[in-house]
């Protein structure tokens, strides 16, 4: 009995999670929000119709124009490739290319999700942040953390908390202090 209350509570937590991840941000306008949607859809419809890339493994994040590049490609020219097509897409005005080489097992993806999973928990429990201010990503153990936040304690916070996770052996913290005008 106690397994199956365990298992549900877990669940039930998992999903309201979940639902916490999907909120919007407080710091940035909702017409930012939609316009980075839009630039971060343009970039991966682009690179899934690219032959030198493939795209399933890099992960696109627009944030106020600015756009966050994570994941592994095989080659450098691949990495290269992705990166120049996000520079020609249409408003964004710089790119953090945080992608790596090298080839990536099912065993480090599943890493990289579990470390990207507890960081996104511990963020909301512990730092108060609101669950659409900073997206986490992970790619073979190192951290990028992406977003605004409304103070630079929680930011700093935040990295903390990022290097104090178990896997995470580097941290790129991209984090922007204040709300967005």
């Not at 990536?104 to 990207?116: C, F, H, L, N």
């Not at 409304?150 to 991209?174: L, M, P, Q, W, Y």
Request: proline share 1%; glycine share 8%; charged share 30%.
């Amino acid at each position: 009995m106690r397994n199956k209350f365990t298992t549900v509570w877990g669940f039930l937590f998992g999903v309201g999670l979940v639902a916490l991840v999907g909120c919007a941000s407080s710091m940035v306008p909702a017409a930012t929000r939609r316009a980075d949607a839009g630039i971060s859809s343009v970039i991966r419809a682009s690179l899934q119709a690219n032959e030198k890339v493939k795209a399933s493994r890099v992960d696109v994040e627009t944030r106020e124009d600015v756009v966050y590049l994570t994941g592994v490609v095989e080659t450098e020219e691949a990495r290269q490739e992705v990166e120049r097509v996000a520079r020609r897409t249409e408003n964004v005005i710089k790119v953090v290319n945080d992608l790596t080489v090298g080839k990536q097992t099912s065993a480090e993806r599943r890493d990289d999700g579990v470390i990207k999973f507890n960081i996104q928990s511990r963020l909301f429990q512990k730092a108060g942040v609101k669950s659409g201010d900073i997206d986490v990503g992970s790619s073979q153990g190192v951290v990028t953390l992406i977003g605004r936040v409304s103070s630079e304690s929680i930011k700093r916070t935040a990295e903390c908390i990022a290097f104090d996770t178990n896997g995470v052996k580097d941290v790129h913290n991209e984090l922007l202090v204040g709300m967005k005008e």
